[in-house]
Nanobody, 121 residues
């Protein structure tokens, strides 16, 4: 069993930055692929960024060049650095862990409860 706890959300002006963190319990963190998803009101959940156990990353087109996902296996933590934030980035951001990160989030066994990111224009 893995428990995921996100932090770092909040209110930021457009153009600003935030760094989200996701702390994982358990000893098997390094064996999981990790992902950040987001869901805005009235919209479907979408994959923002993923990172494999070997450190390979992938990003949604909408965040490429602005967001960076990273992981620190010694701290059992995955991060999402978000720069040049836009109003359309406003959503609840969720951390997820599993054998692999699917685009729609299906079949991913472990999820955090989310952290709200609000971007004012």
């Amino acid at each position: 069993q893995v428990q995921l706890v996100e932090s770092g959300g909040g209110l930021v002006q457009a153009g600003g930055s935030l760094r989200l963190s996701c702390a994982a319990s358990g000893r098997t963190f390094s064996s999981f692929a990790m992902g950040w998803f987001r869901q805005a009101p009235g919209k479907q959940r979408e994959l923002v960024a993923g990172i494999t156990t070997s450190g390979s990353t992938n990003y949604a087109d909408s965040v490429k060049g602005r967001f960076t996902i990273s992981r620190d296996n010694a701290k059992n933590t995955v991060y999402l650095q978000m720069n040049s934030l836009k109003p359309e980035d406003m959503a609840v951001y969720y951390c997820a862990a599993g054998g692999y990160i699917t685009t729609m989030g299906s079949a991913i066994p472990y999820w955090g409860k989310g952290t709200l990111v609000t971007v004012s224009s």
